[in-house]
C-alpha cells in the first residue's frame, strides 16, 4: 500500500473518529444546560440567586445555583467553559470535508447527470454557501426579526427549504444532503466562536474589574445557545445520512430533509417544554405520526 493513500485512510479514520467524540460531548453539553436552566427552581426570593436544583449522579447528590451575580473574584480564574467542544466538532469537520470531499471532488462532489461543474468551482460553492449562509443567519439573528419567533422560525424554514433544493441542482445527492448539514454545523459553530463564548469572556472581565456586567450579553448568549439546541437532531440526522440512501437518493430528497427538519424541531421542542414541566404530549405523539405517515408515503411514492 502505498504511503500517501495510507496515510490518509487512517488520517480519515482518525477525524471520523474524534468529529463524532467531540459532537457527542458538545451536543450533550447543549441538552444538559438547557434542561438545567428550564428544570431549576425560579421561585426564589433571594437577589443574588436567579434559579437553583440538585442532581443526584454516581450516589451524590449536587446542588445547583444559577447566580445573577458574579462568583467570588478567585473562582473566575477556574471557571469550566465548554467551548472545545464546539472548536474540535468544527475543525475535525471541515478537514474531513477537505480531506475527504476536497479531494475527491470530481467523484464524490460532481454528478455530470445533475450538473455539469468542474471540481474547482464545486469546491468553491461550497465554501461560498458556508460563508453567505453564516452571514444572512447572523444578520436577521441581529434583526428585529430575532423579537418574532414565529416570523424568525418561518424565515429559517424557508432558506432551509431554499438551500436544500439548490444544493440539489448542484451537487451529487449525498454530497447536496451533506451541505445542508455543513451549513447548519457551521451556524452552530458560529454561534458559539463569535457570540456566546466572546458574551462571556466579557461577563467574566466585567465581574474581574467589579463591575456590573451588561445582562444583554447573558441573553443574546442564551438565544443562541437555543437555535443550536433546536439544530441538533437534524445535524445527527444529515450526519448518519450515508446510511440511509433510499432517502438520501429519493427524486424529492430535498423535501424530505426539510420535513425531517420540522418533525425533529417539534420533537426537540417537546422535550424542552418537558424539562420546564410543560407537558404536550401531542407535540412528541405528531412529530412520531408525521415521520411514519412520511415513511409510508416514501414507500408509496417511490423514485
Known sequence: MEFIPYTLKWL???L?????LFAILWVGNSFLFNYLDNKLNKDISRQDI?????????GYYYK???????PPVQYL?????????????????ILLLIIIYFYNSGVLMIDKRVLQISPLYAILISIASLLVSWFIYDFLCKSKLINNNVLFSLIIFILLIAISFIFTKIYGPKFAFLSVGLIIGTNMFGNVFTVIIPNQMNIIN??????KFDLSLSLSAKQRSIHN?????????IMLSGHYSFIVYHKYNWLILSLVALISVAARHYFNLRGRNIHRLYILISSILSLIVLAVLLLIFKN
Open 16 to 20: 471520523r473518529w474524534g468529529h463524532v
Open 206 to 211: 466585567s465581574s474581574k474589574r467589579n463591575e
Open 50 to 58: 436567579d434559579g437553583e436544583g440538585y442532581l443526584m449522579h454516581s
Open 12 to 14: 480519515e479514520l482518525v
Open 64 to 70: 445547583l445555583t444559577r447566580l445573577k451575580n458574579s
Open 229 to 237: 439546541n433546536y439544530s441538533t437532531f437534524l445535524v445527527l440526522f
Open 77 to 93: 480564574s477556574n471557571l469550566v467553559i465548554f467551548k472545545w467542544q464546539s472548536y474540535l466538532t468544527f475543525i475535525t469537520g
